[in-house]
């Protein structure tokens, strides 16, 4: 085990592979990267129906546009790096690719706070005191939540039924 910094590298849109790479440094003295891009949007009706709830398999073009981006940054990888393994997962992302944050429609003290798409631990702090407040004092003092409401595209009466334009 090797004595890592923990720093993490957030790098800009690298329109030469389609990626936007997040590097993590481990321990071990492998390399963890994501933010690779390209991901469908499942439906509502895919997910109903059940999709990727046992397999969600890395799409092999997204893995070498990563592969190849990384090789560009990293000498030691271009020189000696291989891929250990291959990884694909579900990540929630609003249609607007906003967070739901606030109180859940129809149900007394229910409050939602999810689908933050890759920004969930960024911003875990900021939405977590605004979330505290709405809770705890009725409302956010930190955070404007009227952007990130629950129901902005759930249709309602008191908006004649229509859902909220995008």
């Not at 030469?16 to 440094?25: A, N, S």
């Not at 690779?36 to 129906?49: H, N, P």
């Not at 997962?89 to 798409?117: K, L, Q, S, T, W």
């Not at 404007?144 to 334009?165: E, Q, Y």
Request: negative net charge; charged residues 25%.
């Amino acid at each position: 085990v090797e004595n890592v910094d923990a720093t993490a590298l957030f790098c800009g849109e690298d329109n030469r592979f389609g990626t936007h790479l997040e590097v993590y440094p481990r321990p071990d003295g492998t390399i963890y990267i994501c933010g690779i891009g390209g991901s469908d949007y499942i439906s509502k009706d895919q997910l109903k129906a059940g999709a990727f709830r046992e397999v969600c398999d890395a799409k092999e073009a997204r893995v070498a546009a990563a592969s190849d981006s990384f090789r560009e940054m990293s000498k030691s990888y271009k020189k000696d790096g291989e891929l250990d393994r291959v990884q694909a997962c579900m990540r929630p992302c609003p249609p607007d690719a906003m967070p739901y944050m606030g109180e859940v429609p129809g149900y007394e003290g229910a409050y939602v706070n999810a689908g933050h798409n890759c920004w969930g631990i960024a911003w875990a702090p900021a939405c977590g005191l605004s979330m505290s407040e709405l809770v705890l004092g009725g409302e956010s003092t930190s955070v404007n939540l009227n952007p990130f409401d629950p129901a902005r595209f759930t249709p309602s009466a008191s908006r004649g039924g229509r859902a909220r334009k995008r």
